[in-house]
């Protein structure tokens, strides 16, 4: 699935580009939407596996995110995500995303028997 944010101000880091961290908090949010989505229960990140910043994104800016399910485990589901400029090119690959599905206790819950 494809989500999309708008660069404003409060996302500029002190040099006048897109905040690392804020493409960071998107791009968990992207992933932590799908998997809610596809699993029916709140998602905690669990684990985020080598994040590639390619190049920078200014104010006005539209950022796509494109989330990619990969597998769904006995709790977890694992993503990858690409997040592109609208009109240019890739800005940001995220190679892994792991979620795990949480109960109101913020336990770990299974999702897939296949595996027990
Ligand atoms: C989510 C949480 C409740 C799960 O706790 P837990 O019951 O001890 O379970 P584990 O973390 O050991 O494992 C849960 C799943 O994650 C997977 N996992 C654990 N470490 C992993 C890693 N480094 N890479 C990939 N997957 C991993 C396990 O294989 C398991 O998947 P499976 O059940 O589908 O096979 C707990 O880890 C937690 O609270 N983490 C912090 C979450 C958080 O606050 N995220 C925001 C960070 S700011």
């Known amino acids: 699935m494809i989500y999309r944010y708008l660069v404003t101000q ?3 880091n002190a040099h006048g580009t897109l905040h690392g961290g804020m493409l960071m908090k998107w791009v968990d949010e992207a992933c932590g939407m799908e998997a809610r989505i596809l699993s029916g229960h709140v998602c905690a990140t669990r ?3 080598e994040v590639d910043f390619r190049a ?3 104010l006005g800016d539209i ?3 494109t989330v990619r399910h990969l597998e769904t485990r ?3 589901m694992t993503f990858s995500a690409t997040v592109r400029k609208v009109g240019a090119g890739i800005i940001a690959n995220f190679e892994r995303l792991v979620f795990v599905a949480v109960n109101e206790n913020h336990e770990a819950v299974v999702i897939n028997n296949e595996n027990t």
């Open 63 to 65: 950022i796509e995110i």
């Open 74 to 76: 006995r709790t977890s």
């Open 56 to 58: 920078t994104a200014k």
């Open 10 to 12: 409060p996302d500029l």
């Open 47 to 49: 684990n985020i596996k």
